[in-house]
């Protein structure tokens, strides 16, 4: 099925281990972003891509790195992980980034939840 | 800076109860106003977009209107699998996607 595809699902981790969280999607979509959830709060947006070598940091970025080699790949590096990263993780793309189209709409992937102890 | 506020956090409804949530906002020029549903375990998922004061949409049990401050979600004789969070969101013209922080719904039989 077309969409956007986030490995792994779950993880835990220690404080201070790192790790990937990946996303991949099938659509051609120019624009990827990661968002990270948490109760109470809307969705943040962490970093995002407008294209293949091109990304930006958006409102939470510290503590986390993100490339983009191919069009459909965008991972997420936790680079020493920490209590405060604990969160559900979305990726998301869309044809276009946000400020080319007030109608671009988001397909998100499933999620990935990250517990760090 | 652009902000978004849902309410209520959370609404209980038995079947067949209609009922609107509601979507507050204040932006600088307004592009898109945006409602996903959200399944638990699941990501957001999109519903409508509205562009303008006045504009409608409708889906199913779903209609979703937009006035220069707000917007609403009305549910009419809804079902136990509308049971979900929904989610507001809006981009202005500093191009930045805002997410409120979603109403839970459960309807129940």
């Known amino acids: 099925n077309a969409g956007v595809t986030q490995t792994p699902k779950f993880q835990v981790l220690k404080t201070g281990q790192s790790m990937t969280l990946q996303c991949a999607q099938d659509?051609?979509?120019?624009?990827m972003s990661w968002y990270r959830q948490d109760p109470g709060m809307g969705l943040r947006l962490i970093h995002y891509s407008v294209g293949a070598g091109i990304t930006d940091q958006g409102e939470v970025p510290n503590g986390y790195n993100v490339s983009r080699s191919t069009t459909e790949d965008f991972p997420l590096r936790l680079l020493s992980a920490a209590p405060s990263q604990t969160s559900v993780y979305f990726c998301?793309?869309?044809?276009?980034?946000?400020?080319?189209?007030?109608?671009?709409?988001?397909?998100f992937g499933a999620g990935s939840r990250l517990t760090v102890l | 800076e652009d902000q978004v506020t849902q309410s209520p956090e959370a609404l209980r409804l038995q079947e067949g109860e209609s009922s609107s949530l509601n979507c507050s906002y204040t932006v600088s020029g307004l592009r898109g106003l945006f409602w996903y549903r959200q399944d638990p375990g699941k990501g957001p998922e999109f519903l409508f977009t509205?562009?303008?004061a006045g504009e409608e949409k409708e889906k199913e049990r779903l209609k979703a209107t937009l006035t220069k401050k707000e917007s609403f979600l009305h549910i009419t004789a809804p079902k136990p699998e509308d049971s979900a969070t929904y989610l507001c969101?809006?981009?202005?013209?500093?191009?930045?996607?805002?997410f409120g922080t979603g109403t839970r719904l459960q309807v129940t039989l």
């Open positions: 998301a793309s869309s044809p276009y980034p946000p400020r080319y189209s007030g109608a671009n709409v988001l397909t």
């Open positions: 509205l562009y303008s």
């Open positions: 969101a809006l981009t202005g013209t500093a191009s930045k996607l805002t």
């Open positions: 659509m051609n979509h120019e624009y």
